[in-house]
């Protein structure tokens, strides 16, 4: 487990993969004090910057229930996600297996949302972000969209490279020489989380951040649903409607939902033959 891993709060685990209960401020919290510490010691921006530790940028990943599914068979998938400093709720599906085994969730979290709010974050605080990943072109509209959204933003660096092994060279020397203190990663499950993984010891940055399709939802080429929508959990189904080629990804959601009803169940059975229930 990643050092100081134990030490985020209310962190638990579903179908053997951690997930931190914590609400956005938390998150941004944590971000701003890793970055915040790196740079009070002079490690920032410097690859393998944690002392002790075995990977230099730490590793938040976006969970939802088809990268929990696909993890179940793909070691590399599963090795990113336990091996990751903090794993944030981001389907609901997600939200919804740990409130029905009587965990607290207090939100989701999601890439784009935490991306939005991070550029404000950053922006008051004067961190530099770097946009890797999306079709040529989308990270440079993001730059100037949040840019505009948070004056004073200082986005070092755009790329949509390739999560290939032969563009990795070429990708790290810029990221390493912008001087990002955070880099949002933005190849889709599960490339931007192997990605990460594979490379984090050789970046600078002190946080690398899988987003998945935040890029393209914040420059409009793909619309999101209202918020009323995401308020009532029903996201997925707007994006199923506006794009049915992704019926074939969603096959992986009732499967997750017998494996988290069944892993709910027999914790209760086993809760129950010890005397108690745990929260």
């Given at each position: 487990?990643?050092?100081?891993?134990?030490?985020?709060?209310?962190?638990?685990?579903?179908?053997?993969?951690?997930?931190?209960?914590?609400?956005?401020?938390?998150?941004?919290?944590?971000?701003?004090?890793?970055?915040?510490?790196?740079?009070?010691?002079?490690?920032?921006?410097?690859?393998?910057?944690?002392?002790?530790?075995?990977?230099?940028?730490?590793?938040?990943?976006?969970?939802?229930?088809?990268?929990?599914?696909?993890?179940?068979?793909?070691?590399?998938?599963?090795?990113?996600?336990?091996?990751?400093?903090?794993?944030?709720?981001?389907?609901?599906?997600?939200?919804?297996?740990?409130?029905?085994?009587?965990?607290?969730?207090?939100?989701?979290?999601?890439?784009?949302?935490?991306?939005?709010?991070?550029?404000?974050?950053?922006?008051?605080?004067?961190?530099?972000?770097?946009?890797?990943?999306?079709?040529?072109?989308?990270?440079e509209i993001v730059a100037s969209r949040l840019g505009r959204r948070h004056p004073g933003l200082s986005i070092v660096g755009t790329c949509a490279g390739s999560p290939g092994d032969s563009a990795a060279p070429d990708i790290i020397a810029r990221i390493n020489a912008s001087g990002a203190d955070a880099v949002f990663v933005a190849f889709g499950a599960p490339a931007q989380e192997r990605w990460i993984a594979a490379y984090r010891q050789q970046l600078g940055a002190v946080v690398a951040v899988g987003v998945g399709g935040a890029f393209d939802f914040?420059?409009?080429?793909?619309?999101?649903?209202?918020?009323?929508?995401?308020?009532?959990?029903?996201?997925?189904?707007?994006?199923?409607?506006?794009?049915?080629?992704?019926?074939?990804?969603?096959?992986?959601?009732?499967?997750?939902?017998?494996?988290?009803?069944?892993?709910?169940?027999?914790?209760?059975?086993?809760?129950?033959?010890?005397?108690?229930?745990?929260?």
């Amino acid at each position: 487990m990643p050092q100081g891993y134990d030490a985020l709060p209310r962190r638990t685990e579903l179908l053997g993969l951690p997930v931190n209960r914590i609400r956005m401020g938390d998150v941004l919290a944590c971000l701003a004090e890793w970055i915040d510490t790196a740079r009070a010691t002079g490690a920032a921006h410097q690859p393998l910057h944690r002392v002790g530790a075995t990977a230099g940028a730490r590793h938040a990943v976006t969970l939802n229930p088809e990268m929990v599914m696909a993890a179940r068979h793909d070691i590399g998938l599963r090795e990113a996600i336990v091996g990751a400093d903090l794993v944030l709720p981001d389907g609901i599906g997600v939200v919804w297996a740990l409130r029905l085994r009587g965990e607290a969730v207090p939100e989701r979290v999601t890439g784009v949302d935490l991306l939005d709010a991070f550029a404000g974050l950053a922006a008051a605080r004067g961190y530099r972000l770097f946009l890797l990943g999306a079709a040529p072109g989308v990270a440079e509209i993001v730059a100037s969209r949040l840019g505009r959204r948070h004056p004073g933003l200082s986005i070092v660096g755009t790329c949509a490279g390739s999560p290939g092994d032969s563009a990795a060279p070429d990708i790290i020397a810029r990221i390493n020489a912008s001087g990002a203190d955070a880099v949002f990663v933005a190849f889709g499950a599960p490339a931007q989380e192997r990605w990460i993984a594979a490379y984090r010891q050789q970046l600078g940055a002190v946080v690398a951040v899988g987003v998945g399709g935040a890029f393209d939802f914040l420059a409009g080429r793909v619309p999101r649903a209202p918020r009323w929508m995401r308020r009532c959990g029903l996201e997925w189904l707007y994006r199923l409607v506006r794009q049915p080629w992704r019926w074939r990804r969603m096959l992986a959601l009732p499967d997750f939902a017998v494996a988290a009803l069944r892993e709910g169940r027999n914790r209760d059975q086993d809760n129950h033959r010890g005397g108690g229930v745990r929260r």
